[in-house]
């Protein structure tokens, strides 16, 4: 379905909803957070909630997308110009486990319900499974810039390494969103991270100050 064009005033409209909706279906699950239950979260119709989501998947599509974009924005915002390939690739991984664990009430509780959806229908498979390769896709950059910078010294092929920390790094996101409080410290996630990519990748992290303050 083409989307709607928008006005300034109904990008603004359609980011409450986004916000609402993700609160809703944090709380209590994404099928029974209705469209009514939205509208009344932010004082619309559930007439309005329909213009600009016609149906639940363009709605689950579009949360899907504003949670990787915040969670995007949260890991490069650790990243500095100074940091080699290693640490960046360091501070991604352990960047992700934290924003799953800081945001575990909210946004990290709709990639546990992706994850569950992703098995049942034809629109959940395809949303989870083009979140995982551009996770893939980052990840294999950060590998290659580790090799040209002489860095890492790779034990399989780039895209080989890159499914596997992928693959080890939304578990550990997982994990972190739905583990009892206070079973994960930023302290033993850097510690675990340094080990796994050490041996994957080869690399020795010099700088043994912590990532986050």
Not at 140 to 150: F, K, N, S, T
Not at 187 to 203: M, P
């Amino acid at each position: 379905m083409t989307p709607r064009p928008e006005t300034p005033k109904g990008e603004r409209t359609r980011g409450k909803i986004v916000l609402a909706a993700i609160k809703l279906a944090a709380r209590h699950g994404f099928a029974e957070a209705s469209f009514q239950m939205i509208a009344d979260e932010i004082g619309l119709s559930q007439s309005a909630v329909m213009y600009h989501f016609p149906d639940k998947n363009a709605l689950f599509a579009e949360l899907v997308r504003a949670i990787v974009a915040h969670n995007h924005e949260v890991v490069a915002g650790l990243i500095s110009a100074e940091d080699g390939a290693g640490r960046r690739l360091l501070k991604h991984c352990v960047g992700n486990v934290l924003w799953a664990l800081k945001y575990r009430r909210q946004d990290a509780q709709i990639l546990i319900l992706l994850y569950y959806l992703a098995g049942r229908g034809r629109n959940f498979s395809e949303l989870f499974t083009g979140m995982i390769e551009k996770g893939r896709e980052r990840i294999r950059e950060h590998l290659l810039a580790g090799v040209r910078e002489g860095l890492f010294a790779l034990k399989d092929e780039p895209a080989a390494v890159a499914e596997t920390i992928q693959d080890a790094l939304f578990g550990a996101m997982l994990y972190a969103a739905s583990a009892p409080e206070g079973s994960v410290t930023p302290a033993q996630l850097e510690r675990k991270w340094r080990k796994h990519l050490a041996a994957l990748t080869g690399w020795a992290d010099k700088d043994v100050s912590p990532l986050t303050a």
